[in-house]
């Protein structure tokens, strides 16, 4: 069967850039087993199906899958896959006006609104659909940074510590202290998955372009994503981090996350954050897409 799919660069508003993400969109007679070699074949760090929503008043069902595993929830896929939707089903209206689009993940609904003006990229954000938790406790600096190809000293930064957090999908959060030694951070493979589990999250606060918070790089190798230029169910989680190692008022408060660039694919996430009496109540992540390639897939 022959089967139309597009290919969308996510959290980027220049090529090349962003976060590749497959999206196939005729997923008739596909089970899981086939839907996990496609992402196999297409081997980005996500790819998607776009399916009917179970609940009819919801836009569209999505499954995700990296090359080796399916996802309960992904950032730059929601992101790539409201803008596909909203642009292929009403992107007259689009043009005029943002769109909000509810898409059913594992995880559960989640709220999108799509934008697309005029000379201007698409862009789209969605509200966390599960609000970050901590888990557990990070192994100590010295095996990480062993797994890491780093110095323990080149671990840790102001108040920021290791930590473990999920806002769906589980992230081992390293702060490293500088642009230089997250830029040598490699994964000792042999020491990966014992020490660190499926990924990890390295940030520092230095950054390479003004205006931005954060530089982050992201390494899943047991997932089959040697390094991923954007991850957003990694930010996702970051929002609980910030909200316990920083100083973070009342009210509504954005962070620019730049990743990528030690890949030649600079990536932008917007993360907002909204306190109330020092505690997160709400996030949300965004930021641009392209449209880069489409084709179909003989099945």
Same mark, same amino acid.
């Given at each position: ?217 992201? %390494? +899943?190798?047991? =997932?089959?994503?040697? !390094?991923?230029? $954007?991850? *957003? /169910?990694? @930010?996702? &989680? %970051? +929002?609980?981090? =910030?909200?316990?190692? !920083?100083?973070? $008022?009342? *009210? /509504?408060? @954005?962070? &620019? ?43």
């Amino acid at each position: 069967m022959r089967r139309k799919y597009y290919v969308l660069d996510v959290f980027t508003d220049r090529a090349p850039g962003g976060n590749p993400l497959a999206a196939v969109i005729d997923c008739d007679g596909l089970d899981t087993e086939a839907m996990q070699k496609i992402a196999a074949d297409f081997n980005l760090s996500e790819t998607i199906f776009v399916l009917a929503p179970r609940d009819p008043v919801n836009t569209a069902r999505l499954r995700i899958f990296t090359p080796r595993a399916e996802l309960p929830f992904a950032g730059h896929p929601t992101v790539g896959g409201a803008v596909l939707i909203a642009e292929l089903r009403a992107a007259a209206l689009l043009r005029a006006q943002d769109l909000r689009i509810v898409l059913e993940e594992n995880i559960g609904e989640i709220v999108c609104s799509v934008s697309h003006r005029p000379n201007r990229v698409h862009r789209a954000h969605f509200i966390l659909p599960k609000l970050p938790t901590r888990l557990g406790v990070p192994p100590d600096k010295a095996r990480l940074a062993a797994a890491l190809s780093l110095s323990p000293e080149d671990i840790g930064f102001d108040r920021h510590e290791p930590s473990i957090y999920t806002a769906g999908v589980p992230f081992t959060f390293v702060p490293i202290a500088n642009l230089a030694a997250i830029a040598s951070a490699k994964p000792h493979v042999e020491l990966f998955a014992d020490s660190i589990g499926n990924a990890a999250y390295l940030y520092t606060r230095e950054c390479t372009e003004g205006g931005h918070d954060f530089h982050a790089r992201m %390494f +899943a190798p047991q =997932l089959g994503v040697a !390094e991923d230029p $954007a991850t *957003g /169910s990694a @930010a996702a &989680a %970051f +929002a609980g981090l =910030l909200t316990a190692f !920083e100083k973070i $008022a009342d *009210g /509504s408060h @954005a962070f &620019a996350i730049e990743q990528g660039y030690e890949m030649g694919r600079p990536s932008l996430i917007a993360l907002t954050l909204d306190v109330e009496k020092s505690v997160l109540v709400e996030a949300s992540i965004g930021g641009g897409v392209l449209f880069s390639a489409q084709g179909t897939l003989d099945t």
